[in-house]
């Protein structure tokens, strides 16, 4: 088999793509949908491989900045559209997409990769581990309540149509950003992303609703989400689906879930992507009606090593000399030294004695603070060299807020 890789052309595009939603199943998109990834890709940070006429491999990669601990947005390459055609595994495509591409992301100066993955087994070979996990919950609204805190009557909420408050549900998003590792600073067109609403993936609910949480003439959070009536015998069993809820103090967002808790002629409600510490399970009066459960989410490669433990700051002082296997970008290979506090950090090599053995993929998990160090040790994944070093980068590595990735690329 001979192949070509190339850097994507726009007139290639509306093939590239459709290979990557054969590779998905085959369901095209709606139009919708279709305009909007169209105008998101970035072609020049894109590649596809090419069996002579054919493509047989797409990748991408969107410019991003990602929080980090301590509050800094680093650069940050969101891999994506990553697929490889039925009929070419197993022959090296992926492999050479991924080896290219972290060469680019290298040369473009951005010290970190992240992606979703469609099977989280895949990526772990080329340097990616699991950063950030997402929470789902399916909550048996007629038998959980709430206990909000004061305040949350003086909240006024209010319905409107997602597309009118969109620059305001915008602001609120984005004083968010910083103050939790793992959310992406959206560029401009990537606030249109939670309003697609394609009819085809509502599966009998509602078209998207908005209600806004407001003081004065601000609005302070909002909430968008669909809702899917149901009856049986008995009477009304309607399901909420929360899309996405933002807010910026405890008791407008007590206030919005609240709502969502007391909508009429509806029993469920359920969240398919919140953060794992998120505070509404400090409010419920039955956890175990809750039904919370966990999955992976954003999976993290540091790409430029020093530079990326630099990025950001450390819960306690750290000094530690971590021994890096990196096979795959072997630029990150060998002995590193950090020291760094809450102020700021340095990471530079070093030829002093390990405190700490592991692959860059087990540092990557570790990175924005979700995945300890302790527990990764624990499974037997970082050696400790030195006693007592584990415990000690572990605490510094710790964030206050667990890393949450808000919606997908």
Partial sequence: MTTELRVL?????????GKLELAFGGVRESPEERTLYNELTEMERSIGV??????????GAFTFRMAVPGGALVPAAGVTMV???????????????????LDDVRSWGEPVAVLTASE????????????????????????????????????????VKPADVLDACESVYARQVTGRPGMLA???????????????DRHGASPLQCVVAERGDEIVGYARFHNKPEWDVAGPKGEIILEDLEALDPASY?????????????????????????????????????????????????????????????QTPVDVVFDVEDAFCPWNEGRWRLTGDHKGASCKRTDDAPDLALSVRDLGSAYLGGV?????????????VRPGALSEASVAFGSD????????F
């Fill in 50 to 59: 090419w069996d002579g006429a054919e493509c047989v491999g797409t990748a």
């Fill in 372 to 384: 300890s160090l302790t527990s990764l040790g624990a499974a037997g994944r970082v050696r400790e």
């Fill in 401 to 408: 807020v667990a890393p949450w990735l808000p919606h997908g």
């Fill in 83 to 101: 697929s490889v055609a039925a009929t070419h595994r197993r022959r090296g495509v992926l492999t050479s997409m991924m080896r290219r591409q």
């Fill in 186 to 200: 959206r560029r401009p067109g990537w606030e249109r992303l939670p309003l697609l609403d394609p009819e085809t």
């Fill in 254 to 314: 007590a206030a919005l879930w609240r709502f969502l808790f007391d909508i009429d002629l509806t029993s469920t409600l359920r969240a398919g992507n919140r953060p794992v510490d998120d505070a509404w399970q400090q409010l419920v009066s039955d956890i175990r009606r809750c039904n919370v459960r966990a999955r992976d989410s954003l999976h993290v490669r540091l790409v430029e090593l020093g530079a990326a433990l630099e990025a950001r700051t450390y």
């Fill in 9 to 17: 052309e726009p007139a290639d595009w509306d093939v590239w793509y």
């Fill in 120 to 159: 989280p087994v895949i990526y772990g070979r080329f340097g990616y581990g699991v950063g950030t996990y997402q929470m789902r919950a399916e909550i048996d609204t007629d038998r959980v309540t709430l206990s909000v805190p004061p305040g949350t009557d003086d909240v006024r909420l209010r319905f």
